[in-house]
């Protein structure tokens, strides 16, 4: 039986990681993509046991031709069945203080990249009548954190198109899934704050189950949402 093949954007730390690492472990073929090559190589290496389910696809998703290329190249050698858009930057900064080039970095990556992929797979999934989509969004989407108007923007602005998208594509039978997670224990936060509150973030690992355990639902169901906390709540 053919492999299910899952994309996974900002594959190269954090909750894409982890991501990449429990499909791969499951059997998946895993199209890893991210900027930095070399640390998709050293995922790689780290899933010495599963490295063959590992596939390496450098991809700045800011870029339209870099994304429709690394999609052409994957679908080219593998069935795709599965895109999971990951890739995210921030700056805890308040919305005045934001430079001009965060303002283009956040919402190019964050918003505007997760668009070029999700326009990438649809013809594949289209002819295929099946496909995933799962975004990887914030708590961000339905509560305020201050410093985070532009991480807010790029969150909440796909939030918004993922749900017009999901009721276009349901008649070919393409399921689109929002997570929503909380603090979860990632370099996207200061070493700083790592050190002091880490041990009351979610764990990668503990996210991942949860989104291949969602994509591994093959019934006549999708959990469309799924809001994700530490147990003792958001950071304050």
């Not at 059997?27 to 998709?40: I, K, P, Q």
């Amino acid at each position: 039986m053919e492999k299910e093949g899952i994309w996974v954007t900002g594959a190269s730390s954090g909750i894409g990681k982890a991501i990449a690492s429990e499909f791969a472990k499951v059997g998946c073929n895993v199209f890893v993509s991210a900027r930095r090559a070399n640390e998709l190589e050293r995922l790689k290496e780290e899933l010495d046991e599963y490295e063959d389910n590992i596939h390496v696809f450098p991809c700045n998703v800011a870029s339209s031709a870099n994304v429709e290329q690394t999609c052409k190249k994957i679908t080219s050698d593998f069935k795709l069945n599965c895109l999971i858009n990951n890739a995210g930057v921030t700056s805890f900064k308040s919305a005045e203080d934001n430079s001009v080039n965060e303002i283009n970095d956040i919402i190019n990556t964050n918003l505007i990249g997760s668009l070029y992929t999700i326009k990438s797979v649809l013809p594949v999934f289209k002819k295929s009548e099946s496909g995933t989509i799962v975004n990887v969004l914030s708590v961000v989407v339905d509560k305020i954190f201050t410093d985070s108007a532009l991480y807010s923007a790029s969150k909440q602005g796909l939030l918004g198109y993922s749900k017009v998208l999901r009721e276009e594509v349901r008649k070919h039978n393409i399921r689109v899934i929002n997570i929503i997670p909380g603090a979860t224990e990632t370099p996207i936060w200061s070493q700083q704050i790592r050190k002091e509150k880490g041990e009351l973030m979610m764990s990668p690992e503990s996210l991942a189950r949860v989104v291949v355990s969602s994509f591994l639902q093959k019934d006549n169901l999708v959990t469309e949402e799924i809001v994700l906390r530490p147990l003792t709540g958001d950071l304050n």
